[in-house]
């Protein structure tokens, strides 16, 4: 290892992953560790969050011990400790921020809190070789958040749309439940769309009155439930209540809906932003169908897409790291008496 070298150690414990990480330089990933807590929470279908801080504490210190032997290094070599302190679950934010706390405490090395949401979007800058041309428009697509934001350098951000109710993630999520298939939904509900016919339920998303850039998800998902019901009234049993053989169609016409809905925004955003980058990121981003209709659609408009690797898209301590390593630089450490937060505002 160089002198110059500097090695950020990230934490993530916002919700259902622990994950310890190893960066040097703000963008090359030494090593990236995330324990996923998907089998203990699938049985419930979403995250329990006592069971998740629970686990976040058993975890937490062979997955950091993990990251460091991974990367080849040692505590001593590190140039500060940078942790997710929120949004997300208190219980699981307290257990990442302690151990990094504790870790700085006992190593005199710099602290650095990092934005979870945030970080979701520098996972997808931290890898380019050179910067985009500042503003672009950023799409976070995640389990928790969907938001459009202006983006005016690496880590300012202006949030310019957000969902009034559910997140898409969590949309995908609902919907995959009830098609009886495993949680964490969205890949599964990607899978089955492929066997189905976009155009056999014409579902749509939600507008917001006076907000062309908001999201509403939940109507979306109501109506999905009473086409498999065959009914609006919970309490009787339709006999036009859809058999499994339906099912791809409505996980097809479903994804169509939303991801279609959400590549309208991105473009409009676009468009009344004067912007032509767009940077993707959260565990959505990874949907292969979304980002195929996102490169049509914008075809002949010469927009450049940022998608991150797709290890990159879902929650990592790689992208923590990495901002946090931005962060250093430029506004340098957090105070050991930074709180976790369980909501962030998104203006910066
Ligand atoms: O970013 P992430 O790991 O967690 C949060 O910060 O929330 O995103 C997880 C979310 C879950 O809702 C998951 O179902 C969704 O991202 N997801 C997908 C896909 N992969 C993950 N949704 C649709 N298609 C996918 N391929
Ligand atoms: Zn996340």
């Known amino acids: 290892m160089k002198n110059m070298d500097q090695l950020i150690l990230g934490i993530e414990s916002t919700c259902d992953e622990t994950a310890a990480a190893v960066v040097?330089?703000?963008?090359?990933?030494?090593?990236?560790?995330?324990?996923?807590?998907?089998?203990?929470?699938?049985?419930?279908?979403?995250?329990?969050?006592?069971?998740?801080?629970?686990?976040?504490?058993?975890?937490?210190?062979?997955?950091?011990?993990?990251?460091?032997a991974k990367a080849g290094c040692t505590l001593e070599q590190i140039g500060g400790i940078a942790v997710a302190y929120g949004p997300g679950l208190i219980g699981a934010l307290l257990v990442g921020l302690n151990t990094a706390k504790?870790?700085?405490?006992?190593?005199?090395?710099?602290?650095?809190?990092v934005n979870h949401i945030h970080a979701h979007l520098y996972a997808a800058l931290m890898e380019l070789e050179t910067p985009p041309t500042f503003p672009c428009i950023g799409v976070i697509i995640s389990g928790g958040h969907t938001a459009l934001v202006k983006v005016e350098g690496p880590a300012t951000y202006k949030l310019?749309?957000?969902?009034?109710?559910?997140?898409?993630?969590?949309?995908?999520?609902?919907?995959?439940?009830?098609?009886?298939?495993?949680y964490p939904g969205g890949p599964q509900v990607e899978a089955l769309a492929l066997k189905g016919d976009p155009t056999r339920y014409a579902f749509r998303a939600g507008r917001v009155k006076e907000h062309p850039l908001a999201f509403s998800f939940s109507g979306l998902k109501t109506a999905v439930l009473y086409a498999l019901k065959g009914t609006s009234n919970a309490s009787v049993k339709s006999e036009l209540?859809?058999?499994?053989?339906?099912?791809?169609?409505?996980?097809?016409?479903?994804?169509?809906?939303?991801?279609?809905?959400?590549?309208d925004k991105v473009l409009k955003a676009c468009e009344l932003h004067g912007c032509?980058?767009?940077?993707?990121?959260?565990?959505?981003?990874?949907?292969?169908?979304?980002?195929?209709?996102?490169?049509?659609?914008?075809?002949?408009?010469g927009l450049e897409l940022i998608w991150p690797r797709p290890f990159l898209t879902t929650d990592n301590a790689a992208m923590i790291a990495g901002l946090g390593s931005y962060l250093l630089k430029t506004e340098g450490p957090s105070s050991l008496s930074l709180h976790a937060e369980t909501r962030i505002p998104f203006l910066k």
């Open 24 to 68: 040097r330089n703000g963008s090359e990933i030494l090593s990236n560790i995330v324990a996923s807590q998907a089998d203990l929470h699938e049985v419930y279908g979403g995250v329990v969050p006592e069971l998740a801080c629970r686990r976040h504490i058993e975890v937490v210190i062979p997955i950091v011990d993990e990251a460091l």
């Open 102 to 113: 504790a870790l700085s405490f006992a190593t005199g090395k710099p602290l650095i809190g």
């Open 160 to 182: 310019i749309g957000q969902t009034i109710d559910d997140a898409l993630g969590e949309a995908f999520d609902k919907v995959a439940k009830m098609l009886q298939l495993p």
């Open 241 to 263: 209540e859809l058999t499994p053989e339906e099912y791809p169609h409505v996980a097809a016409s479903f994804q169509e809906a939303a991801l279609g809905d959400l590549v």
């Open 276 to 301: 032509k980058t767009v940077i993707f990121g959260g565990g959505v981003s990874n949907n292969k169908a979304l980002r195929k209709k996102m490169a049509e659609r914008e075809e002949g408009k």
